[in-house]
């Protein structure tokens, strides 16, 4: 049996596969990449952390239907993993972690929530920019840890959210506040938690731990977009 995990800015690969040994680590996916998976002997469970979206397309909620159709379960978390998991939970794709949840009831609504931008596979994917869904957690913690009032946490929110996502650090997000005269006590020395990464590490133990379940069966309609799809695979 092989699970296949698709990652990159969130986790690195080693502590991937400290969390989930025996799993098969890959790059963030695109499109392509689950309908190829798909026709990979043995392959059991894919399971979707990060995903491309900019430089090239992201991966089709049609192809994770297809894995679902053949059998394989499709986990998602975190990132684009938990947008999927949220738009095709009522087809058997499983949503995992705070940030899936949350997109599945409505409480997060926009793709950029979880966007970032990162360095190339030969620099680890490392992130340059910070997602908004983690400033949200992390002001959230701030005020619980009482760094920060409770009323000055959505103002940052508001000013983080009209950054555009390459832009959005916690670094710039002081510098927006600051402008704005607005005080943020210690925010800039506390340290950010991240949210997208426990999602993913919540994910990572629920592979190890959980046993296979095939996904109920579903019939996906074989679209002219689809064909032309599964045509590159050949």
Known sequence: MTTLV???????????????????VLPPAAVGDVLKATRMRGVRRIAIIDGYFERMAAVWHKEILVALERGIAVYGAASM????????????????GTIARDYARGVLVADDEVAVAHLPAELGYRPVSDALVNIRYGLAQAVKARVIPAAVAPVLVGLAAKRFFRERT???LVADARAARISVGALEAWPKPDRKALDARLLLRRLRDDRVRRPRRISVPRTWALRQLESLML
Do not use: H, K, N, S
């Open 6 to 24: 698709y990652v990159g800015p969130t986790l690195a690969a080693d502590e991937v596969a400290r969390l989930a040994p025996g799993v098969r």
């Open 170 to 172: 916690w670094g710039q």
């Open 81 to 96: 993993g938990a947008l999927r998991a949220a738009e095709l939970a009522p087809f058997g794709m499983i949503g995992v």
